[in-house]
């Protein structure tokens, strides 16, 4: 526990710095004058970075599941359209390997489960990445989502390497790589145990079997609700809006607002890169005094900062647009990567978020779906 306690520090620490390593190295892949050994030996650089990123993260997961203090916003969650998001997701990284992914569904479009959206998608992640690492050559993954009596299970079938049945009762232990350590396939043994708290603590099951050489089954099953029209996650909502012209982005003028230095730079240089003006202020009051000097397109907001923190901004924002029927999009940028935060963001009155370290396509793809004109 003690070893977690520590674990769990130091990976807030190590999230500041891999902003900057992931940030950079994205932004020097991008430039033009760097030939193409320089890019591919960037891009190694980038993704080790991620994959430390994605350890951290579970580090800091596994030290809040274990220490109870996971807060989770458990809800009414349409099943179809999570699972469809998730598929669009995995698709390509599947394909990549050579894998085929299916999707089975006995369930109507609009049936619904009792979870948090954000850490459901969270544990299927883990499924799909683990029966994409533990496939073989040419195999196949399928998504079965069917209702048993009053819950919903969702299972993830591979075609892989299986699990031997003598080590089956570790394989939700953390730290536990059930031999696989030292071998080709990157883990560390912590993406199961945080599946199985998670999926627990939101009032589900999470179950498995296994034929070693042949396959295996990862289930996780939940309470089912009666069917209820328009219910819908916030992220869905936001995917589901409709935009259509595109708009040059020199006429738009953006607001960043973030008080630490090497992020301001980052984000300034990535934000000019795709071409877009960028005026930048350090705490809440400024953006609140920027805003109503000037017609900002959209505001980059980070949520933690000295003087006024963003959530606050984002209400005195929302509040001077009452009655004026302007609706400034402000979109949150945090390092506080855990649901209860999105959640905060979205209840301030922003209305979207983006997890530091920013991630460049993502960037992009949240600011053409928000500054595209009607
Ligand atoms: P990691 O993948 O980082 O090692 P996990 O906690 O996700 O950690 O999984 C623990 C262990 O369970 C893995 O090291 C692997 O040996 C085994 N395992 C997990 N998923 C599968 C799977 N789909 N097929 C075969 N083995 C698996």
New binding site residues.
């Given amino acids: 526990m003690q070893k977690l306690f520590f674990l769990t520090n130091v990976s807030h620490e190590l999230r500041t710095p891999l902003n900057a390593i992931l940030g950079f190295s994205q932004l020097l892949r991008m430039d033009a004058k760097l030939n193409e050994s320089c890019k591919q030996q960037v891009l190694k650089i980038e993704q080790a970075g991620r994959l430390l990123l994605d350890l951290v993260n ?1 580090l800091i997961d596994l030290g809040r599941v274990e220490s109870g203090k996971l807060q989770f916003n458990v809800e009414m969650i349409a099943i179809d359209p999570l699972i469809k998001d998730m598929l669009r997701i995995f698709q390509s990284m599947a394909e990549e390997k050579g894998i085929a992914l299916t999707y089975q569904s006995d369930l109507s479009d609009i049936a619904t489960v009792r979870a948090d959206s954000a850490r459901l998608r969270q544990v299927l992640t ?2 799909l ?3 994409i ?3 073989r050559p040419h195999g196949n993954i399928t998504l079965v989502c069917q209702r048993c009596a009053n819950k919903i299970r969702i299972s ?1 079938i ?1 075609t ?4 031997p049945f003598h ?1 089956q009762q ?5 730290f ?6 030292g071998g080709k ?11 199985k708290h998670i999926t627990e603590a939101m009032g589900g099951n999470i179950g ?1 079997n ?1 034929i070693e050489g042949e ?2 089954t ?1 289930w996780i099953e939940f309470p089912a609700n009666q069917p209820v029209n328009n219910i819908m996650s916030h992220r869905d909502a936001s995917l589901s809006r409709e935009f259509s012209k595109p708009v040059l982005n020199t006429e738009l003028h953006l607001l960043l607002v973030e008080d630490n230095e090497i992020n301001q730079l980052l984000a300034c240089a990535i934000l000019e890169k795709i071409g877009y003006t960028v005026d930048v202020v350090e705490n809440g009051a400024k953006a609140v005094e920027a805003v109503r000097n000037k017609a900002y397109d959209l505001v980059l907001m980070d949520c933690l900062m000295p003087v006024m923190d963003g959530y606050e901004a984002t209400r005195i924002i929302r509040r001077n647009e009452t009655g004026s029927g302007k609706h400034i999009p402000i979109i949150a940028m945090t390092a506080n990567a855990m649901t209860s935060d999105r959640e905060a963001c979205l209840s301030a009155g922003m209305d979207d978020y983006l997890a530091k370290p920013i991630d460049f396509s993502q960037l992009e793809s949240t600011l053409n779906r928000w500054l595209r004109k009607n």
């Fill in positions: 579970d883990n499924l990445s683990n029966a690492k533990y496939n993830v591979d892989g390497i299986g699990v080590l570790r394989i939700f232990n953390s536990d790589r059930l031999g696989r350590e396939i990157e883990g560390v043994g912590i993406g199961l145990s945080i599946c498995f296994s396959g295996s990862f």
